[in-house]
């Protein structure tokens, strides 16, 4: 009796099926978002209608500390904008400021810069990996990049003294010189890597779990790509080969031989999760290619340019962009004469990258909106700046 | 294309607008525009099939301070008149050429129209823009702040007659 | 009868492990210690860590908590719930517009708890001191704090360092007398 009063009451209710859209809060504090971030979900049970990303809970004021200081004192706190490459940030400020000031930098430099941009695009593609897998919920593979980033990190170390954060790409050259074994060193740990990547490739890239989970999900196609100016694995997910080091080549990059990985849609569509987390496994393998050659044919000579003790460009406007891990990392400075910048903006990519999550999310589970903000790889210290 | 040539097209298509090339002695050239005409020149960049200019990289706030500089009732510095300049910065991904555009505005009444109908990217950019500089975007449809909170009161912080407050909420900002 | 025979012949083995340690007397099954102590040592040995990571200090914990620099032999986890976790490692800048959160949080953890502040920015608001006007300089103005650990970010080894300095300030800790004897300020 009971019983079937109660079938027939559920049967009632299964036949309207309309539910309230509730709104619910992923805070800024959560284990699945990539720091301080807070996503407000308009969900209709278990499906997202709307996701609504609230910044700024990291906003450190570096743009007005940036005029407050000389050139050269600003770059600790470019550093710390994005904190997981920040020798690529350091790079893109110290290309900015040459063309201000219109000089020359040695060849041993050139090649000294692009072998710890390219070691560091590995570390900081292994941390986003790593992460990723965690978010989906693999634990090992996390384990096993840390351990790899751990060896770069002792050869950034013993070169300049620091493991996260180095201080080190100075407009006009570098601070210190490689250490005598460096180039033995580095030969070693990219032999043993190599076997090491195997490994990474039969828990996640094969794995039949992490396909189900990842494939499908989040597919950006080209237009809305471009419309919202994304950069970086981003855009590259999507299948259109937009990489500043072909573009517009600089450093010496125009030197080197490599490909431009692109997704191609073989698990599932193209531009889903998957696509982009294998175009960010490939480059791992074009940057070791980068690094061998540079390498064989580094030159030697002296490290720094002579600048005097105060750097003041004459008047002017400059906008350069780098190829940085997570995309275009620009920087536009505007100089008085004075030997303190009268403006720097920072065109950061994770901030223009994180735009489009209200976009692609629409329309999955809660569990896959995880995925989806694990594969677009942002910073908050580089959103927030 | 270099930029003389699209600045040579835009002047032939456009006969009665005010628009001029600026360099300094190092760094870029850019081109200047008046705010009143800048949605026709965005506009006519992105739709002509020889431009076809389809990716917005970054738009910058500026403050010129160069008004007068006057002391307020605390002696602290303000400045009244002057302008604000915005920079627009757009790459073309199928003609490999990138541009840069600069418009001024007054600094006790800024107002510019928005270009988020054009890119969308636009968006967070004038979200910020107005944040930190107090630039109005008519027809944004979402103007609010995006990195301080949301009833910060005190001004806005990249000008540069700001001062820090004291407190916010009861917490010294200070050291 | 026979189980007391058994009985002697197990005690005089054990006699020779009393020798060196003067603080545990113990047959086959029992351990005398203090209530005191053995509460401590429980409590020192499992701090469970709720994951706040801010900035860029937030990437040295994950690091110390991988396989390099285990964490996990200190019996320290990092859980997401305030409820789960003893210990906070506020590690990162804290801004005006998290201060309110941190807060809530950490009234949200139930007693005891403990907060590290780990870098120099949640110290004393690290090198965005003189013109952040978003940056509050030093999460000790909002919660009670118990171990510094400087640097800008500070090594695996340097948090490792605060964590056992931590765990000597639990040491000392009296559970069982009353409240308004307690050597800690809650």
Redesign the interface.
């Known amino acids: 009796m009971m019983n079937e009063a109660y079938n027939l009451e559920y049967k009632s209710l299964k036949k309207e099926g309309d539910s309230e859209i509730m709104i619910l809060n992923m805070g800024p504090q959560h284990p699945s978002t990539h720091g301080v971030l807070r996503l407000e979900l308009k969900v209709n049970g278990e499906i997202i209608e709307e996701v609504i990303p609230h910044i700024g809970y990291l906003h450190r004021c570096f743009e007005k500390h940036a005029e407050a200081c000389n050139y050269q004192q600003v770059i600790p706190y470019v550093d710390r904008m994005d904190y997981l490459s920040s020798m690529y940030n350091d790079f893109g400020y110290a290309i900015a400021v040459e063309k201000l000031l219109g000089i020359e930098i040695p060849e041993r430099v050139e090649y000294i810069r692009i072998i710890m941009g390219e070691f560091q695009r590995i570390a900081s593609h292994l941390v986003a990996i790593g992460t990723f897998g965690l978010d989906v919920g693999s634990f090992t593979p996390f384990l096993y990049c840390f351990r790899d980033r751990e060896k770069i990190l002792t050869l950034f170390e013993k070169t300049c003294g620091a493991r996260l954060l180095y201080n080190y790409i100075w407009p006009g050259g570098v601070s210190h010189d490689l250490y005598p074994e460096f180039k033995n060193d580095a030969l070693n740990f990219l032999k043993e890597f190599k076997r090491n990547l195997k490994d990474l490739e039969i828990l996640l890239v094969e794995n039949k779990i992490f396909i189900e989970r990842t494939a499908g999900i989040g597919v950006l196609s080209e237009n809305i790509a471009i419309n919202y100016a994304a950069s970086g694995p981003m855009i590259r997910g999507s299948g259109i080969p937009y990489d500043i080091r072909k573009i517009e080549p600089y450093g010496i990059y125009d030197r080197f031989e490599f490909n431009i990985p692109v997704g191609e849609g073989i698990m599932g569509k193209k531009g889903d999760c998957w696509d982009r987390f294998y175009v960010r496994y490939l480059e791992i393998l074009e940057s070791i290619k980068i690094i061998e050659q540079a390498l064989d044919s580094l030159p030697d000579g002296n490290v720094f340019e002579k600048l005097p003790k105060k750097i003041k460009p004459k008047k002017g406007i400059v906008y350069s962009r780098v190829e940085s891990p997570r995309g275009e990392l620009g920087f536009f400075i505007i100089s008085d004469g004075s030997d303190k910048p009268f403006r720097i903006k920072v065109r950061a990519p994770s901030f223009v990258n994180l735009s489009i999550l209200p976009e692609i999310a629409k329309g999955c589970f809660i569990a896959d909106l995880v995925a989806i903000l694990g594969s677009i790889d942002i910073v908050l210290g580089e959103v927030d700046r | 294309m270099t930029i003389k040539e699209i600045f040579d097209l835009l002047k032939n298509r456009f006969e009665n607008i005010k628009i001029y090339i600026e360099k300094?002695?190092?760094?870029?050239e850019?081109i200047v525009v008046s705010p009143d005409v800048l949605k026709q020149i965005l506009q006519e960049i992105r739709n002509n099939p020889r431009l076809h200019f389809?990716?917005?990289?970054?738009i910058?706030?500026?403050?010129d301070a160069n008004g007068e500089i006057k002391k307020d009732e605390n002696g602290n510095k303000i400045i009244k008149g002057g302008t604000l300049s915005l920079?627009y910065?757009l790459y073309s991904?199928t003609r490999?050429h990138k541009i840069?555009i600069k418009t001024s505005v007054d600094r006790e009444n800024p107002a510019v129209p928005t270009a988020i109908d054009l890119?969308?990217?636009a968006?967070?950019h004038e979200r910020e823009a107005f944040d930190?500089m107090g630039i109005k975007f008519e027809g944004h449809p979402n103007l609010k702040?995006?990195?301080?909170?949301y009833d910060w009161n005190a001004g806005f912080?990249?000008r540069k007659d700001?001062i820090?407050?004291e407190y916010?909420?009861d917490?010294?900002?200070?050291? | 009868m026979n189980t007391i025979n058994e009985k002697d012949n197990l005690l005089n083995n054990k006699i020779e492990y009393n020798s060196k340690d003067k603080n545990f007397y113990f047959e086959p099954g029992v351990i005398i210690a203090k209530a005191d102590e053995l509460f401590s040592w429980a409590r020192k040995s499992s701090l469970w860590q709720l994951t706040f990571g801010l900035a860029c200090c937030a990437i040295e914990m994950m690091s110390t908590s991988a396989s390099n620099y285990d964490f996990d032999r200190f019996g320290v986890i990092p859980r997401p719930s305030p409820r789960q976790a003893d210990v906070m490692i506020v590690s990162g800048t804290v801004t005006l517009k998290m201060a309110s959160r941190i807060k809530i949080l950490y009234e949200q953890m139930s007693e005891p708890k403990y907060v590290i502040s780990m870098g120099s920015c949640a110290t004393c608001g690290g090198p965005y001191w003189q013109h952040g006007y978003h940056v509050l300089k030093g999460v000790d103005r909002i919660i009670p704090v118990d171990v510094y650990v400087p640097g800008c970010p500070p090594r695996p080894e340097a948090l490792l360092d605060g964590l056992i300095t931590l765990q000597k300030k639990i040491e000392k800790e009296y559970l069982l007398k009353e409240k308004n004897d307690n050597k800690r300020n809650i």
């Open positions: 300094f002695e190092v760094g870029e850019y389809d990716y917005l990289m970054c910058s706030s500026v403050d920079y910065h991904t490999n840069a890119w969308k990217s968006d967070w930190m702040r995006i990195l301080m909170p912080p990249l700001f820090t407050p916010y909420n917490l010294k900002i200070p050291y």
